[in-house]
């Protein structure tokens, strides 16, 4: 019976721990995904978002009609796609967000770019963790696409999975 107990304790305490390196999932658009219709403004779904270093983006798109080219900023700015810094093409497509900094995506396609499907995802640096997030807006409320667990719940989620390591480990108390 002390080591089954002990084993949940180990496992609870290891869970608790993992969701401190918890990343967050994006799908760029949310539900509507990369497109062109107009269904979404790129622009201000990213303002809504707090990017970190290990988040991942996920750009669903038909590949038909669409594809993800990486660009510099002045690629952005100008919709010029012709030297990127990666293309992806096959309409399920995840990029980590391995540094701080912008990273700015467009459609190549012609006409795509102009018409907003571009992005511009701003990286914070892993310190800023700790700094307040923004106030969600009812578009990301109403969103299940986006996984993001907020520095709170995170530090509330060890502190339960250390506290019922501790009772359960059979320490007297």
């Known amino acids: 019976m002390a080591m089954k107990k002990?084993?949940?304790a180990i496992s609870f305490?290891?869970?608790a721990l993992c969701g401190v390196s918890m990343a967050a999932v994006y799908q760029a658009g949310d539900s509507a995904g990369w497109t062109s219709m107009g269904q979404?403004?790129?622009k201000e779904w990213a303002a809504n978002k707090n990017f970190h270093v290990g988040d991942t983006l996920v750009f669903n798109y038909n590949s038909q009609f669409h594809n993800v080219k990486q660009?510099?900023?002045r690629g952005f700015e100008s919709c010029n796609a012709t030297s990127?810094?990666?293309t992806y093409t096959n309409g399920s497509d995840t990029v980590t967000l391995e540094k701080h900094?912008?990273?700015y995506f467009i459609c190549g396609y012609p006409g795509h770019c102009q018409a907003g499907q571009k992005i511009d995802i701003s990286v914070v640096p892993a310190t800023s963790n700790l700094s307040p997030a923004r106030p969600p807006t009812?578009?990301?409320l109403s969103s299940a696409s986006s996984l993001h667990l907020s520095v709170p719940s995170i530090l509330l989620s060890w502190a339960f999975g250390v506290l019922l390591a501790f009772f359960l480990s059979?320490?007297?108390y």
């Open 101 to 103: 900094g912008h990273f």
């Open 40 to 42: 979404v403004d790129y």
């Open 170 to 172: 059979g320490f007297p």
């Open 13 to 15: 305490l290891t869970m």
């Open 138 to 140: 009812q578009s990301s």
């Open 6 to 8: 002990n084993t949940l």
């Open 84 to 86: 990127p810094i990666a």
């Open 71 to 73: 660009v510099t900023r």
